[in-house]
């Protein structure tokens, strides 16, 4: 799409792209799914056109994603921990979604979902431990619609799963990828924030989106000194050897060759907060960074998760393998200056009504004057933001990366999951036992059945409009780099499988 326009500023050999406009048909928010719908699906021909936003509304735009964050470690989502001061400062300016969620408890199929605004399902980038799927060329991502619309387009990222190996940086001009061999030598914090202020600096007499991806919070935890002194248990306030996470831990975990006991995990979860806070003061760098040069008050901030990571809420650790809500609740806020095409000023609020990920890719557009893609499942935020619209949105989930696969869905304050391999179903009352420890699948079955039935046309309608995906080329610098996250697995134990 644009030759020779096309920069690169890509380590490790990950480079960008672009794609052509998505085919096929989609469904949206708030319309009642039918199988006659299901067949228009099918055919093609269901097509949710958007109107494009005034030019002169025209904004900068941030999209920060902190990956493994989640949404009770922040003040503004009800933390007590004293972790997220400038996040909860930020709050405070910002459209705060009390209710958001991710439609996959990994990295990979959930920004996906942010990028194109279609469920898992429907983009087709995931897939399972050791056999992932990339998202197909013919998705497309706002990143495209930016630079499309002739704004600058730079991507900060931390992991290969989103790199152009998966397809996820379709749209960029650049990106600044560091992808590290192994997790202790991921790129910190500090570093991410001055890289995206480096790239702010050299763009910003232009019109820009920017996204940029944190990697801290995620295995392994190893804040900063000061951040371990703080928050760490005291046996783990010096450096000294990893107390879980290296390959050959979650290898071993996974497998179910090692047992974490309570003490340890509690133990990890501190050192997770530790990183949750260190994360939180240089992402307050970066929004002091944009009010120092001058662009707060005509560029939209967006701040989100990619899911969120266990400590035993359900008896396990780490993230990828459930559907529950310590995965799929993820903090999404939402700082927009100025006013609407209709003149409705944007003023902070706090929105009580369920929303998802790839509801996130029409609103950044909106509020910025720029043409969602035509063929989106999500729907724009901006009616919640300026208090014309309080509806649910339901949440479709799918595609653990390890443990038991499944499919969920989130209506109203119900919930639905599905297991693939043992065929069981869960029903949770969310507003009556939000931590989902009751099992109401047997005493609710007429609910229950219900809920399944609509979980199966809404597959059904993603499935049609997917579009063929392909496992990704890997080198074999690339296969090591997931083999060290527990991501793949070597060649012996395939052998050994």
């Not at 290898?251 to 260190?278: M, Q, S």
Request: with cysteine.
């Amino acid at each position: 799409m644009f030759g020779a326009a096309k920069r690169r500023a890509i380590r490790d050999g990950d480079g960008i792209g672009a794609r052509g406009r998505v085919r096929g048909a989609l469904m949206g928010r708030g319309v009642a799914i039918s199988i006659g719908v299901i067949a228009v699906v099918t055919a093609g021909l269901y097509l949710i056109a958007r109107p494009a936003s005034e030019p002169s509304l025209r904004r900068n735009v941030v999209l920060i994603v902190l990956d493994t964050v989640r949404a009770d470690r922040l003040g503004s989502l009800g933390s007590t921990r004293g972790l997220t001061p400038a996040l909860d400062a930020f709050a405070k300016e910002a459209a705060v979604f009390e209710r958001a969620y991710s439609h996959a408890p990994w990295t990979l199929p959930s920004i996906a979902s942010l990028f194109s605004g279609r469920d898992p399902l429907s983009h087709g980038a995931g897939g399972r431990l050791g056999t992932f799927q990339r998202m197909p060329d013919g998705v497309e991502t706002i990143a495209e619609r930016f630079r499309a619309a002739r704004f600058r387009t730079g991507a900060i990222v931390n992991a290969l799963f989103v790199t152009e190996t998966f397809g996820m940086t379709q749209g960029f001009e650049h990106v600044d990828a560091v992808v590290p061999r192994a997790n202790e030598s991921a790129r910190r914090a500090d570093a991410t924030t001055d890289a995206a202020l480096n790239w702010i600096d050299h763009h910003r007499d232009e019109p820009f989106f920017l996204f940029v991806h944190y990697f801290d919070a995620h295995l392994l935890y190893d804040p900063p000194p000061e951040f371990r002194t703080r928050f760490a248990d005291p046996q783990d306030r010096r450096p000294g050897p990893i107390l879980f996470g290296r390959l050959e831990d979650m290898l071993d975990f996974r497998g179910g060759k090692v047992r974490l006991d309570e003490p340890i995990v509690r133990r990890l979860e501190k050192l997770y907060d530790g990183e949750v806070a260190y994360l939180d003061s240089q992402v307050g760098r970066l929004f002091d960074g944009l009010a120092q040069r001058g662009l707060s008050s005509y560029t939209v901030v967006a701040v989100t998760s990619d899911h969120g990571e266990e400590f035993f809420d359900h008896g396990g650790f780490e993230h990828g393998h459930t559907l529950y809500e310590e995965l799929l609740h993820v903090p999404l806020m939402i700082r927009a200056p100025g006013r609407t095409a209709s003149g409705t000023s944007l003023t902070p609020r706090r929105v009580s009504a369920v929303v998802r990920l790839m509801d996130v890719a029409p609103t950044l557009c909106e509020l910025a004057g720029v043409p969602a893609p035509k063929e989106i499942q999500g729907d724009s935020l901006l009616p919640l933001m300026t208090g014309r619209d309080d509806l649910n949105r339901p949440v479709y989930a799918f595609g653990n990366l390890w443990g038991e696969s499944g499919e969920a869905l989130r209506k109203e304050d119900w919930k639905v999951i599905r297991e693939a391999k043992a065929s069981r179903v869960r029903l949770f009352d969310l507003r009556h036992d939000p931590r989902e420890q009751r099992d109401l699948s047997g005493t609710e079955a007429a609910r229950r059945d219900r809920m399944v039935a609509e979980l199966d046309l809404i597959r059904r309608a993603s499935e049609a409009a997917r579009q063929a995906s392909t496992q990704p080329s890997l080198t074999r610098e690339q296969r090591e780099h997931l083999q060290s996250l527990g991501y793949l697995k070597s060649e012996d134990e395939d052998r050994h499988d």
